[in-house]
């Protein structure tokens, strides 16, 4: 087996394997730096379905099934499965709740700090590394906030509680201290371009804008 053949089945194995793989691990940092490397893993990812998940925001790198299978896959006869990893419906609404209070919020100061710091400069290298490690992290969700804000529309504590354990071993959560974090497939498992104009032109835009003018008022009261 050559060389890079082989390089292309490890990261492969792994990517289905783990579900997941850091951005910094010296195989997916080939992946979005070696142009040749990169085509042939688009390639035989192709050949079974799949596509390779990224985005210059996120920290890790995974698989996804090709749009033109969706039907092939999800469909059957009159159904339609939200996914396959098992989740029930309040829990992919819960997973959609998440991702506008965690991921909504840090892509808007990633792209204002993006743009700000990209003005005139250039970075060959940029793909390699998510855009603004650091101080532009996401910011957690209080467990009890999340609990009063939609226990009445997502069956209560005891079914959210279940469904948030579901999605913390899944890798879209991590749950420490009462407090929700991103996990490793939040960002990358949600498609940004067609889920963010849904959400805040539609009815959850409503609830976190309450919630922001919310933690504004607080905020103007603690100066």
């Not at 819960?94 to 743009?115: C, M, S, Y």
Request: negative net charge; glycine residues 8%; charged residues 30%.
């Amino acid at each position: 087996m050559k060389p890079m053949d082989n390089a292309l089945s490890i990261l492969c194995a792994r990517l289905l394997a783990h579900r997941f793989i850091a951005r910094n691990d010296p195989l997916a940092r080939r992946a979005l730096v070696d142009e040749e490397f990169r085509r042939a893993l688009d390639h035989r990812l192709e050949e079974v379905g799949l596509v390779l998940l990224e985005n210059p925001y996120a920290e890790y790198l995974g698989v996804g099934l090709e749009q033109d299978l969706e039907a092939f896959v999800f469909g059957e006869g009159d159904a339609w499965l939200s996914n396959n990893m098992g989740l029930p419906r309040d829990a992919v609404a819960l997973l959609v709740v998440l991702w506008a209070l965690i991921i909504l919020p840090k892509r808007e100061r990633q792209i204002a700090r993006a743009e700000k710091d990209q003005e005139g400069q250039t970075d060959m290298f940029g793909a390699e590394k998510p855009l603004l490690q650091g101080e532009e992290v996401s910011v957690g969700v209080p467990e009890d906030a999340l609990y009063a804000d939609y226990r009445d529309k997502l069956g209560g504590k005891t079914r959210m509680n279940t469904n948030l354990g579901q999605l913390a071993r899944l890798g879209f959560i991590e749950r420490r201290n009462k407090m929700i974090l991103e996990g490793p497939l939040l960002d990358l498992m949600l498609d940004y371009a067609t889920l963010a104009p849904r959400i805040i032109e539609g009815a959850l835009g409503d609830v976190l804008m309450r919630r922001a003018d919310v933690a504004s008022v607080s905020e103007s009261a603690e100066d």
